[in-house]
């Protein structure tokens, strides 16, 4: 413990002779006056009050370490999917197993270990209990789990890790690729059945999501036998109400995979559900994966996109890649060659047969002005979409032609370049290509950096600023990203070249790259699709969304001059796939949006009426579907993989045993050498005026002299 000050200690000499010698003054005439004893006390007392508030002039400081010991963490992760209890070992799981948990977790004293619990099956669960444990969660992914306790623990004493699986994933990255962070032992623990299970499953239907009207699309069936000696099978298709196909397929020991081919027509636009079913068996394990149900959006036409770019670039690669998700979109690139060559030259084409044109880097030089006017021409003659990737080597005085139809347009010209971070703004959430959760702008946010052209660019007045540069962690409002509806035609501008980054940092978060590519499509459908002017809507995020899925409606009201209208009460009354009916209220947020999540809906096709009200007065109905499919995920795989869990086990220093012989895993975790405490000092720093015996001590002695004098008539 330790005494400082805010001020010189040296004050403490003077301090103390200026208190002496105001005392002495004080009293040194008064012998006459007051008895020796009391004038010596209050002498005392006097000296002692100024030297003590002298001191506390000079702000002292208490310094002190308190020692702080850290338990060491085991951190026990359990599976809670599905697949836990779809096999043999199904009563073992249930009933026995809880108790052998709670068992091994009390097999830490709580003053020398600290025990944390948690879930998984998709995501990791941290608020979880052994006595609350429902194993039936659809999908499993240990690498997320993983990785995402790793960054729970950074920086504390995590000692040990202990993971409770049937080591099946059906999400994500392979676990053993999630280990390498993990500098402590990871102990696995195996619950499942490693024999064969009888069973005759769907292992996958190869199908686009995507199909056109009255055009052939093949539907792929690949069927998996176990267990069987002889297995006879039909494989049904059906949709619409009645059997479209049925394909024999004989499979057996000799020959356990197999697949059928199916060719249907669609007949209707719209979602339309197909079910794919094979024959069950006698004594399967389960019969959930006997059938499958696929939901395939039919549309009319193709919508067809020119792609102009001034040079190949890794760019170029990322849009290829997001567009394979879609194939309702039909993508043709003309790409540069050589300055005045393209591998695919625009020449072979009409460009009035393309219903929108996406520009990266282009034009890159003069000779491509006339491009440049026919894309001009079809904008104003077909209202034709753009969207503008202005790079590093777009030659901005080619592309003056469309500057009147661009939301950004640049004041001056200058070639030079510079790294930024795109900034969304929380405006963007409020814009119809917004559909995301509210988590998308932080993810954008902290995407890696682009290159933007660093000439002034200006928004048109009619133009939305949804992203703009960030530069060294300051916010400036430089426009990077904008859309413009003017006059019936719209754009998209994105100042921004090597955006495959922000792409691959979706893959890097999330282990895929939706968050880039429905942004990309969201944005290319508001483009090609005509202004809705109606003044109420309400829509799903989406028309098809798989088992457990969130489903997420989002509602807009606007007045006579389409000003957004706050306060209305919108009822969305939604009809289930066996007919019954649910109501539901939208809730409101900011700036007059509507919003409403629905959870754990089951499978099928649903529509909704939705009718709004502004004060008791209907301004509005909408009207929709759409479709669950119900996931199977966790009945494709039910042989519990115990190579995995070994491997798990073996590459961190743990140890692998099966979940019936996990009595002695308590004893094995606390012999691992990182599972100690650690100690650290907390420094501790205490002014005076904290210590109220010090002011008591103070005031005490000054109303003793004042009393004092009093008596002896000195005031």
Do not use: C
């Not at 039919?298 to 170029?316: C, M, N, Q, W, Y």
């Not at 894309?375 to 003659?381: A, C, L, N, P, S």
């Not at 979706?506 to 990309?520: Q, R, V």
Request: proline content about 4%.
């Amino acid at each position: 413990m330790e005494l400082s000050f805010s001020f010189s200690p040296w004050y403490l000499v003077l301090i103390v002779l200026l208190a002496g010698l105001l005392s002495w003054w004080m009293y040194q005439g008064t012998k006459d006056l007051l008895p020796k004893i009391p004038r010596v006390v209050l002498g005392i007392f006097r000296f002692l009050a100024l030297a003590l508030i002298g001191i506390l002039l000079l702000e002292p400081l208490l310094n002190s370490q308190t020692r702080v010991e850290s338990p060491p963490i085991v951190a026990v992760m359990q599976d809670i999917s599905e697949s836990m209890i779809i096999q043999k070992d199904s009563a073992f799981v249930r009933k026995e197993y809880p108790t052998a948990l709670k068992l091994f977790m009390e097999g830490f004293d709580p003053n020398s270990y600290e025990v944390d619990f948690y879930t998984f099956s998709k995501d990791l669960q941290i608020n979880a209990s052994t006595d609350s444990m429902q194993f039936g969660a659809a999908g499993t992914n240990i690498s997320g789990a993983m990785q995402k306790l790793h960054k729970l623990y950074q920086n504390q004493n995590l000692g040990a890790v202990v993971l409770v699986s049937d080591g099946i994933s059906t999400q994500g990255a392979n676990p053993l690729f999630a280990i390498d962070r993990f500098k402590q032992p990871v102990y696995t623990v195996l619950l499942g059945d490693t024999t064969p299970q009888r069973d005759v499953k769907i292992t996958e239907v190869l199908y686009n999501e995507i199909a056109y009207l009255k055009s052939e699309m093949p539907i792929k069936v690949k069927v998996n036998s176990d267990g069987f000696d002889v297995a006879d099978v039909k494989v049904t298709l059906r949709g619409g109400g009645k059997v479209l196909g049925v394909k024999n397929l004989s499979l057996g020991r000799n020959r356990t995979q197999g697949e059928v081919d199916f060719l249907i027509e669609p007949t209707k636009a719209g979602i339309q559900q197909y079910q794919i079913s094979v024959t069950r068996l006698p004594n399967e394990i389960t019969y959930r994966n006997n059938s499958r149900r696929i939901f395939i959006n039919v549309l009319e036409t193709r919508v067809k996109i020119a792609l102009f770019a001034g040079s190949p670039h890794p760019d170029l690669g990322a849009l290829k890649e997001a567009f394979k998700r879609e194939d309702r979109y039909e993508v043709t690139e003309f790409v540069h060659k050589s300055p005045r060559e393209f591998y695919t030259s625009p020449a072979n084409y009409n460009l009035d047969q393309f219903d929108l044109f996406i520009l990266h880097n282009f034009p890159q030089n003069n000779a491509d002005k006339t491009w440049v006017e026919a894309v001009q021409k079809e904008v104003e003659d077909r209202k034709a979409p753009v969207i503008h990737l202005v790079g590093m080597f777009t030659d901005l005085r080619t592309l003056q032609p469309l500057y009147k139809h661009m939301a950004i347009t640049p004041k001056d010209f200058n070639p030079k370049g510079e790294e930024i971070i795109a900034n969304f703004s929380t405006d963007y959430q409020n814009h119809s290509t917004f559909t995301f959760g509210s988590d998308w702008i932080k993810w954008a946010n902290s995407a890696p950096p682009i290159f933007r052209n660093r000439s002034n660019w200006e928004p048109k007045s009619t133009a939305e600023v949804f992203a703009t540069a960030r530069i060294k962690n300051i916010a400036l409002d430089y426009p990077v990203y904008a859309l413009q509806s003017h006059l019936g035609r719209k754009n998209m501008v994105f100042l921004g070249e090597n955006f495959w980054r922000i792409r691959a940092h979706s893959y890097i978060e999330f282990e895929d790259f939706n968050y880039f590519d429905d942004w990309l499509f969201n944005n290319i459908k508001w483009l090609i699709v005509t202004d809705d002017k109606r003044k109420f809507k309400v829509a799903p995020s989406k028309r098809l969304y798989t088992g457990g899925e969130q489903i997420l409606f989002k509602g807009q009201a606007y007045d006579d001059s389409y000003n957004p209208i706050s306060g209305v009460e919108i009822k969305l009354t939604m009809k289930s796939p066996d007919g019954k009916e649910n109501v539901y209220y939208l809730n409101e947020t900011s700036q007059a949006q509507y919003f409403l999540e629905l959870y754990n809906l089951g499978e099928g096709t649903y529509s909704y009426v939705a009718e709004g009200k502004n004060n008791e007065v209907p301004i509005g109905t909408d009207r929709g579907q759409f479709s669950i499919g119900k996931s199977n995920i966790e009945h494709f795989r039910l042989q519990a993989d115990q190579t995995v869990m070994r491997q798990l086990a073996l590459r961190t220093g743990g140890e692998f045993v099966f979940a019936k012989d996990m009595g002695g895993l308590a004893d094995q975790v606390k012999a691992a050498k990182g599972l100690k405490p650690t100690v650290d000092f907390k420094k501790n720093r205490k002014d005076f005026h904290h210590f109220q015996w010090i002011m008591i001590l103070l005031l005490v002695m000054l109303a003793i002299e004042w009393v004092t004098r009093k008596l002896y008539s000195l005031l």
